[in-house]
T-cell receptor, first 111, second 112 residues
Framework: DAGITQSPRYKITETGRQVTLMCHQTWSHSYMFWYRQDLGHGLRLIYYSAAADITDKGEVPDGYVVSRSKTENFPLTLESATRSQTSVYFC??????????FGPGTRLLVL | EDQVTQSPEALRLQEGESSSLNCSYT??????LFWYRQDPGKGPEFLFT???AGEEKEKERLKATLTKKESFLHITAPKPEDSATYLCAVQARSGGYQKVTFGIGTKLQVIP
């Protein structure tokens, strides 16, 4: 199906474990983004990418790593999960930096 | 620092009862203001982009307007399917395209 997908949709993990959240888009959009959404906060940018092999930090990058070897994929890795990383994670993509199209989200619980 | 404040936090309307949601913002040079709709358990869905004061955009029962300090999302004769959280975001001219600041949102409930 065309669009932007995220996997897994739900994930429970333990403190200290490595977790990778996947994001895949079929539009060949150049730009991709990772956000987290927490109660009492607006969406906050973790990392973004302007093209394959070009990534940069957003507002809250600590504890996260990204890569983008292919245009369509933008995985987000939590190297050693902490409870403060319990959140809902959204991936977004766009060909126009002004209008972003969001995936369905991954709900992550770190115990 | 760019800021976005949305009010009210929650709004309950009877079906057909028109109202407006507010988005107040401060930004060092506005590139664009965005409205998104977010349904429970889903990602935000793009609605509108506004670029300059005085601009208006419409989509079905929704109309977004922009001034130099705030934006309004007017909902005319809402239906239960309009129930959702509406997010406002601003993008500054400086700081790069990735610098988009989101508000917390207004949760709208439309009762039949």
């Amino acid at each position: 199906d065309a669009g932007i997908t995220q996997s897994p949709r739900y994930k429970i993990t333990e403190t200290g474990r490595q977790v990778t959240l996947m994001c895949h888009q079929t539009w060949s959009h150049s730009y991709m983004f990772w956000y987290r959404q927490d109660l009492g906060h607006g969406l906050r940018l973790i990392y973004y990418s302007a093209a394959a092999d070009i990534t940069d930090k957003g507002e809250v990058p600590d504890g996260y790593v990204v890569s983008r070897s292919k245009t369509e994929n933008f995985p987000l890795t939590l190297e050693s999960a902490t409870r403060s990383q319990t959140s809902v994670y959204f991936c977004a993509s766009t060909s126009n930096p002004e209008t972003q199209y969001f995936g369905p989200g991954t709900r992550l619980l770190v115990l | 620092e760019d800021q976005v404040t949305q009010s009210p936090e929650a709004l309950r309307l009877q079906e057909g009862e028109s109202s407006s949601l507010n988005c107040s913002y401060t930004v060092s040079g506005l590139r664009g203001l965005f409205w998104y709709r977010q349904d429970p358990g889903k990602g935000p869905e793009f609605l509108f982009t506004l670029y300059s004061a005085g601009e208006e955009k419409e989509k079905e029962r929704l109309k977004a307007t922009l001034t130099k300090k705030e934006s309004f999302l007017h909902i005319t004769a809402p239906k239960p399917e309009d129930s959702a959280t509406y997010l406002c975001a601003v993008q500054a001219r400086s700081g790069g395209y990735q610098k988009v600041t989101f508000g917390i949102g207004t949760k709208l409930q439309v009762i039949p």
